[in-house]
């Protein structure tokens, strides 16, 4: 019988990580907790990189940043090891994927910032409380998400358009997504969009450009929140030399709770 990830704790679950024993997206896992994106970058770009997230809020949310070296995310989670406690990353080499890993013992460096970026599956746990059907969790695959023709505001050498993640709902299920997810900006916030996907440049919505398709009810509408897989969209626009970010849908799991993370 598989494990019921959703009622352990973070630091269970990072350790189940680390030891090799999750590998799969994380969405649903520690119910309660806020989940984060992954963005390392070497210590030349992390100004301009920490500029653009300041300017871009709502798919960058800032959670936290590392020390110059340090693996350790000493705001959201003491003790954890950002090289080891997520369940999948990748590897950008001038805008180009390299390599998807389990593990960054080939890939740290002395001179690396780390930073973590708020995660929508932080604010699904409120959407499942208030009895929405999340359909990714629902049909038990990655969240899809998609390249628009959104532009982020430039910041240094970043720029690049914005990646948005898609849940289908009833348009009444959508006015309650927004009330619950206005709630909370650090975490994306409100959705940016919802209805027609050609208005923001998605020519396909079956075929997302991260993660798997959600099939779409008759009577639904595909709304979309802002994504913290943006950072990856931007890597191939702007090439820079190295870049490490988490796979799409395999989290950094914090040690904070979603309700401390809600302006309500």
């Given at each position: 019988?598989?494990?019921?990830?959703?009622?352990?704790?973070?630091?269970?679950?990072?350790?189940?990580?680390?030891?090799?024993?999750?590998?799969?997206?994380?969405?649903?896992?520690?119910?309660?907790?806020?989940?984060?994106?992954?963005?390392?970058?070497?210590?030349?770009?992390?100004?301009?990189?920490?500029?653009?997230?300041?300017?871009?809020?709502?798919?960058?949310?800032?959670?936290?940043?590392?020390?110059?070296?340090?693996?350790?995310?000493?705001?959201?989670?003491?003790?954890?090891?950002?090289?080891?406690?997520?369940?999948?990353?990748?590897?950008y080499r001038y805008g180009e994927l390299a390599d998807e890993v389990t593990d960054l013992s080939r890939y740290w460096r002395d001179d690396l910032v780390a930073f973590l970026l708020g995660c929508s599956f932080s604010f699904e746990g409120p959407m499942l409380d208030a009895g929405l059907d999340v359909?990714?969790?629902?049909?038990?695959?990655?969240?899809?998400?998609?390249?628009?023709?959104?532009?982020?505001?430039?910041?240094?050498?970043?720029?690049?358009?914005?990646?948005?993640?898609?849940?289908?709902?009833?348009?009444?299920?959508?006015?309650?997504?927004?009330?619950?997810?206005?709630?909370?900006?650090?975490?994306?916030?409100?959705?940016?969009?919802?209805?027609?996907?050609?208005?923001?440049?998605?020519?396909?919505?079956?075929?997302?450009?991260?993660?798997?398709?959600?099939?779409?009810?008759?009577?639904?509408?595909?709304?979309?929140?802002?994504?913290?897989?943006?950072?990856?969209?931007?890597?191939?626009?702007?090439?820079?030399?190295?870049?490490?970010?988490?796979?799409?849908?395999?989290?950094?799991?914090?040690?904070?709770?979603?309700?401390?993370?809600?302006?309500?």
């Amino acid at each position: 019988m598989p494990m019921d990830y959703s009622t352990m704790k973070p630091g269970e679950v990072r350790s189940l990580i680390r030891e090799g024993k999750i590998t799969s997206f994380t969405s649903g896992m520690c119910n309660g907790y806020a989940q984060a994106n992954l963005v390392v970058l070497p210590k030349d770009l992390a100004f301009d990189f920490l500029l653009f997230t300041t300017r871009n809020p709502k798919p960058c949310p800032v959670l936290d940043v590392t020390e110059v070296g340090s693996p350790e995310p000493r705001a959201v989670a003491p003790g954890a090891d950002l090289r080891y406690d997520i369940p999948k990353y990748r590897i950008y080499r001038y805008g180009e994927l390299a390599d998807e890993v389990t593990d960054l013992s080939r890939y740290w460096r002395d001179d690396l910032v780390a930073f973590l970026l708020g995660c929508s599956f932080s604010f699904e746990g409120p959407m499942l409380d208030a009895g929405l059907d999340v359909r990714h969790i629902t049909e038990n695959h990655n969240v899809p998400m998609y390249i628009t023709n959104i532009p982020c505001t430039p910041a240094g050498v970043f720029h690049g358009p914005m990646v948005v993640s898609m849940r289908p709902m009833t348009p009444k299920a959508a006015i309650r997504a927004i009330q619950v997810t206005s709630r909370m900006p650090n975490v994306h916030g409100a959705p940016i969009h919802f209805g027609d996907p050609a208005a923001i440049g998605i020519r396909d919505i079956d075929k997302p450009d991260f993660g798997d398709p959600s099939t779409i009810k008759q009577g639904e509408v595909p709304v979309f929140w802002p994504c913290g897989v943006t950072p990856q969209a931007v890597a191939m626009a702007v090439k820079p030399e190295f870049m490490i970010t988490h796979a799409p849908g395999h989290m950094f799991i914090t040690d904070v709770k979603n309700a401390d993370l809600s302006v309500l």
